[in-house]
């Protein structure tokens, strides 16, 4: 059964900082991953899909990465702003989509 | 910009009621999923929906759930008789395709059960 974790569990950062979450997975066997970003109470914005052949994504000042075979994600914020401010969550697609927990990220002004 | 959109935001019930929960899918999309998030947990899955029959079902998604595509636009999530443990944020979610692409997520139903 395919577990999802991240690291950390919460993150707090000034503004301007670049930083990195951590997302790992147990099973390798994925079509894709994709990180989303989650405001309080709302929806989920997909922010970058990574496809299992592929190994990074980029869009805007966030960069994710996909090492499949040791069963690794990083998503790479740079120049963080108060905006960024949410919950980052990894989520893996193998027979369906298996969310981790998140990483609440607060970027002070 | 396309979007997936959910009706209603917020739905008060008391317990033992059937509730019908709507997504509207993005237009030229073919797969169809449901989520929920207890509060304070992770995103789970419960459903996903192709070509009018269901896909795949997670433990979650037992008898008291049904899923139906009553026309060309809706997506519905049934839950037959609610229990105190339904109340979740319900996310309606759908992709373009192979169904390994990326999904979109609608705005969610907060369903509160009393």
């Known amino acids: 059964k395919q577990e999802v974790t991240q690291i950390p569990a919460a993150l707090s950062v000034p503004e301007g900082e670049n930083l990195v979450l951590n997302c790992s997975f147990t099973?390798?066997?994925?079509?894709?991953l994709q990180w989303f970003r989650q405001d309080p109470g709302k929806g989920l914005t997909s922010l970058l899909l990574?496809?299992?052949?592929?190994r990074e994504q980029t869009s805007g000042r966030l960069n994710a990465s996909l090492d499949k075979s040791s069963g690794r994600s990083t998503l790479y914020i740079a120049a963080s702003q108060p905006g960024d401010s949410a919950t980052y969550l990894c989520?893996?697609?193998?027979?369906?989509?298996?969310f981790g927990p998140g990483t609440r990220l607060s970027v002070l002004p | 910009e396309p979007e997936v959109t959910q009706t209603p935001s917020h739905q008060v019930t008391q317990m033992g009621q059937e509730v019908i929960l709507r997504c509207v899918p993005i237009?030229?999309?073919?797969?169809f999923y449901w989520y929920r998030q207890i509060l304070g947990q992770k995103v789970e899955f419960l459903v996903s929906?192709?070509?009018?029959?269901?896909?795949?079902k997670s433990e979650i998604f037992d008898d008291q759930f049904s899923v139906e595509r009553p026309d060309g636009s809706n997506f519905t999530l049934k839950i037959r008789s609610t229990k105190l443990e339904d109340s979740a944020m319900y996310f309606c979610?759908?992709?373009?395709?192979?169904?390994?692409?990326?999904?979109?997520f609608g705005p969610g139903t907060r369903l509160t059960v009393l």
């Open positions: 989520a893996v697609y193998g027979q369906n989509f298996v």
């Open positions: 099973d390798s066997a994925i079509y894709n």
């Open positions: 237009s030229n999309h073919l797969y």
């Open positions: 990574i496809q299992s052949s592929q």
């Open positions: 979610a759908s992709s373009g395709g192979t169904g390994r692409d990326e999904q979109f």
């Open positions: 929906f192709y070509n009018n029959e269901i896909s795949e």
